[in-house]
DNA sequence: TAAGTTGTTGTAAAAACTTGCAATAAGGAT
DNA sequence: ATCCTTATTGCAAGTTTTTACAACAACTTA
């Protein structure tokens, strides 16, 4: 649990404050192999921090995605989920079976350049998920 | 709300029926400039099916959805809004104002295939919607 | 054009997610 | 150490989305 300690300065140094709500979300979320619901962050973090709400949990899942510690991902029934920073990448999620692999960012870089000079935007960084047919499924 | 009538014949082909609630969300769809949430659908899709409910709107969008009639496609906020397939296009939406543009999909059309290349997976044709920061929002 | 099959709907209730606001406590300042 | 400011939380209530199941009605067949 004290890993979470770590991103207390990059906290305060926005003006931000390191709590054991926050704590225990970041902790559950650098142990996790994948990425998890708000409701199975809730479910392990409670176990960190007693009286963690599940308000909480939305309000401390959206914070850390803006400011970029964790990322948002959506599920292939369209729902959030979320997973750590770092380590960029994308999925690719069947639409039968609900496997899913990763894709890796470098694939997607010049992609994200091109939108940038067509469309003026800039910053587009965002976490994707494709959806497909995987080859187990295919076969059937 | 007869243009939805178009329709029948496909969804008979594979097993399903036309109804007036199905024609009522369908009609809502062609006639909308934009993508549009449940909420939204279901308030103007009720004046021409009296009676329509809201679980028979999620039911009926994830439906004609999953027939490939309408697009799902997130909203800034993570919400899934919907629109009417064809003209396939994606999105890039502003973090800060949420404002959007819309990308050909001719752009998408290469990295699907070095995606389906890689990856093993097939028919990958998902709407995507990315986020950055548009124009304007990047002079503040 | 009537009857049967089964895809669809409405109802009711639950689950998931959001919001407003008063109370709390993290971290800087004294 | 203690006080102050204000970011953050918990509470309570709201809204949105989902689920189970019985009733219904669209289409097929005769």
Redesign the interface.
């Known amino acids: 649990m004290t890993c979470a300690l770590e991103y207390a300065p990059q906290l305060r140094a926005r003006g931000y404050r390191m709590t054991p709500q926050r704590m225990a979300i970041l902790h559950v979320l650098r142990h996790a192999e994948t990425h998890l619901s708000p409701a199975e962050i809730y479910k392990k973090a409670r176990l960190e921090a007693p009286g963690l709400t599940e308000p909480t949990v939305y309000r401390t899942l959206e914070f850390l995605a803006d400011i970029a510690l964790v990322r ?1 991902s ?1 599920s292939s029934s ?1 729902h ?1 989920t979320y997973e750590m920073a770092g380590n960029d990448h994308h999925h ?1 999620v ?2 039968d079976c609900g496997g899913e ?1 990763e ?1 890796e960012h470098t ?2 870089e010049s ?2 350049r ?3 000079t ?9 976490h ?8 187990n499924c ?1 076969a059937k």
Do not use: D
């Open positions: 948002p959506f369209g959030l690719i069947c639409r692999v894709v694939l997607l992609l994200y091109l939108l940038e067509t469309s003026g935007y800039r910053s587009i960084n965002s994707v998920t494709f959806f497909g047919v995987c080859p295919q």
